[in-house]
């Protein structure tokens, strides 16, 4: 499902050309759910946005769902992220300007299509959620918890074979957190969905089948 | 879920700045839609209206505009008199080289007029109801009758008004007696908007007023209180606003006998002098006649028979008027480039008020773009803001036109005579929706384009 081979991410600061990410080799199999740990700083929110595909690495090969994404253009990487990849934020991410069922909407209209299927499809999964009463609530007017279980129906909407998360429980008690976390992860392994999840959160990471260090990934010569 | 919905959304979640930018798009479209819809109704009425006037006869002094303007439209006062002798010479054709070369030669007298709107009164025969066709028709009624005072009537009066005159003048020991006011002649036919207006019918009273309220001069005239006997149908021209009297009654409304005569000054004297020479019948002062040639042979003897005479001239308004609106379309043309620029100033507003909110807007971009939105969805989406926001304003501003059409009409065609038809639309005007949505379009770009290059990474780590 994703493999990375001398992947490597800069930032220019001012004068200073700082290495934000650097990925010797890493392969996660389909259906595999990952944790991504680390230190602050290793680079573990640039590695979710180049295996998104939402930064393009300065060298190596990354290769998602069967596309060398490292290869396409801005537009593929776009409709590629779109219809294979779902995404769950720490903030989660929603337009405040929209109802639950709507937020789940656009990230199928951004996907796959934003049809009468994707509408059913999208009140089948909040309801699946426990937000079945509450989809046509804006997101300030939902509790923290309920707000997330929206990001993971958006995230699922497109039936994507790759989750990606990025300290999906930061804003949360480990309780309700963990819930939820469990209640995506159940819906994924049914799926047989590849997740990757960043953390600084041990007991989240031990919920995963792997847990891999950002430290561990790098290039002996940096390393 | 469409991307339009979502644009739709964001002007609904912007409603200040929305309803402000449309109010300007709304302006600017409705000052265009009200020129151009005054130019071609201008023009329709105009052109239209002269259906039943082939050639109007009037006086020498006047331009041929005036005449026209004052005969057909109502515009104006009338410009002078002339002598009724011109309309005896035309109806026998004594001076016409070939006879029956006219149809019809309706004679008229302005000056008087009704009610606070001034509607104009227009003395004339029972001819105007009989002979004169409007767009190839006799005016039709929808109550009543027309007049019946003839040619006949008028030249039997001004014989014993021209006795009585010049008794009175030359200081005859013996002065006649003076024509009546025939109870038979005290009647009016008027036209639809003078009914819709006063609120008459057949039976209701009209009393004509000379000169306008509040102006030296003005005074009622009681005693020539007329009964309306005919209500004419409406014909969207000047004549719905025309109150038509018998010529007798012109003649013998008091403080009229004296100045209707046309006075010829012979060689040696001088005015005041010839206010006390005789006069004749055919010296009855009139402000218009209508004439209606039988065919092209007819209109050129008329022509040049008006070319060589002293007292009168005739105005053809199918060549008048298209001159007339030439001059009316250069002034139309300046507002033109007024109204666009007013467009213009609305469009960048829309650029301004859009462009200014992208900061605020660069993490919701983000978001739909690591959702998987294309830069292009996202140009699509914030040009369909801009779209959607002169689409409404545009809408409403035609809408806006025809009301202020409607609200106005009545004080365009005192003016005017112009009479607005507010519901009348044009097919430019849905040409004018979708133009000024493009030009609306176009001023989303710019801010479109910045959108579309936000950066997803940087705008959604601010997160983290």
């Known amino acids: 499902m994703i493999r990375l081979r001398d992947v490597s991410k800069s930032y220019r600061q001012g004068e200073t050309e700082v290495l934000a990410v650097a990925v010797d080799q890493l392969d996660i199999a389909a259906g595999e759910q990952v944790a991504l740990v680390g230190r602050s700083g290793t680079g573990k929110t640039t590695l979710l946005h180049i295996l998104a595909g939402i930064l393009r690495p300065d060298t190596g090969e990354v290769e998602v769902a069967g596309a060398r994404i490292d290869q396409l253009g801005e537009s593929a990487r776009d409709r590629h992220r779109g219809r294979h990849i779902g995404m769950v934020y720490q903030t989660f991410n929603l337009l405040q300007p929209f109802t639950a069922l709507e937020n789940v909407l656009l990230g199928a209209l951004f996907g796959r299509g934003a049809g009468s299927g994707a509408k059913h499809h999208a009140e089948a999964l909040l309801a699946q959620v426990g937000l079945g009463d509450r989809m046509h609530h804006r997101p300030n007017e939902l509790s923290v918890g309920q707000v997330q279980r929206v990001a993971i129906c958006r995230a699922l909407i497109n039936d994507p074979e790759l989750i990606l998360m990025d300290e999906p429980l930061g804003n949360q008690d480990r309780s309700t957190g963990g819930q939820v976390l469990d209640v995506l992860l159940k819906m994924a392994r049914d799926g047989g969905k590849t997740v990757v999840m960043v953390t600084h959160d041990p007991e989240s990471a031990k919920r995963m089948q792997r847990t891999v260090d950002l430290a561990t990934l790098r290039p002996r010569a940096l390393a | 879920m469409k991307l339009w919905s979502i644009s739709l959304r964001n002007l609904r979640i912007r409603l200040v700045a929305t309803v402000l930018t449309t109010t300007s798009i709304l302006v600017a479209t409705a000052l265009y839609a009200a020129i151009l819809v005054m130019a071609e109704q201008t023009e329709q009425r105009y052109k239209g209206s002269v259906g039943g006037f082939q050639a109007v006869v009037g006086p020498k002094d006047a331009s041929q505009l005036e005449l026209v303007l004052n005969t057909v439209f109502n515009v104006g006062d009338a410009p002078a008199l002339f002598p009724l002798k011109v309309a005896i010479d035309l109806r026998s054709g004594t001076n016409f080289s070939r006879r029956g070369q006219i149809r019809y030669a309706i004679p008229q007298a302005r000056g008087d007029s009704v009610s606070s709107h001034a509607f104009p009164v227009v003395a004339t025969i029972d001819e105007m109801f009989t002979k004169f066709e409007w767009q190839r028709q006799p005016l039709a009624f929808t109550r009543g009758r027309g007049l019946q005072f003839s040619f006949d009537d008028l030249l039997k009066l001004a014989d014993e008004l021209a006795d009585y005159e010049t008794a009175r003048r030359t200081g005859a020991p013996s002065l006649p007696d003076r024509p009546l006011l025939q109870k038979e002649w005290k009647e009016a036919v008027i036209g639809a908007r003078v009914a819709r207006t006063l609120g008459l019918d057949i039976g209701g009273k009209i009393v004509p007023v000379h000169g306008k309220l509040g102006e030296f001069g003005y005074h009622p005239h009681p005693e020539a209180a007329c009964e309306v006997v005919g209500i004419l149908a409406a014909t969207n021209s000047p004549l719905d606003t025309t109150i038509f009297l018998p010529l007798g009654t012109h003649l013998l409304i008091d403080g009229h006998e004296g100045g209707t005569f046309v006075l010829e000054i012979p060689p040696g004297k001088n005015p005041e002098d010839a206010k006390k020479l005789p006069v004749r019948a055919d010296q009855i002062g009139l402000t218009a006649i209508i004439v209606d040639p039988k065919d092209h ?167 983290y």
Request: hydrophobic share 55%.
């Open chain 2, 297 to 463: 042979v007819g209109d050129q003897i008329l022509r040049r028979e008006f070319m060589s005479r002293p007292d009168a001239q005739v105005a053809k308004p199918r060549e008048v008027i298209p001159r007339f609106l030439q001059q009316i379309g250069t002034a139309a043309d300046a507002l033109t480039v007024i109204a666009w620029l007013v467009l213009l100033v609305a469009a960048v507003s829309i650029t301004v008020a859009i462009y200014n909110t992208m900061n605020e807007r660069r993490r919701e971009i983000a978001i739909m773009r690591s959702l998987g939105a294309r830069r292009h969805q996202i140009l699509t989406i914030i040009v369909g803001e801009a779209a959607l926001l002169s689409f409404f304003g545009a809408l409403v501003g035609v809408v806006v036109c025809h009301l202020s059409e409607w609200l106005l009409r009545d004080t365009v065609e005192d003016m005017t005579g112009v009479y607005l038809d507010w519901l009348q639309f044009g097919w430019w005007e849905l040409w004018l929706v979708l133009g000024v949505t493009g030009i609306g379009a176009l001023a989303g770009l710019l801010p479109a384009v910045k959108g579309s290059m936000t950066q997803v990474a940087d705008n959604l780590a601010q997160n």
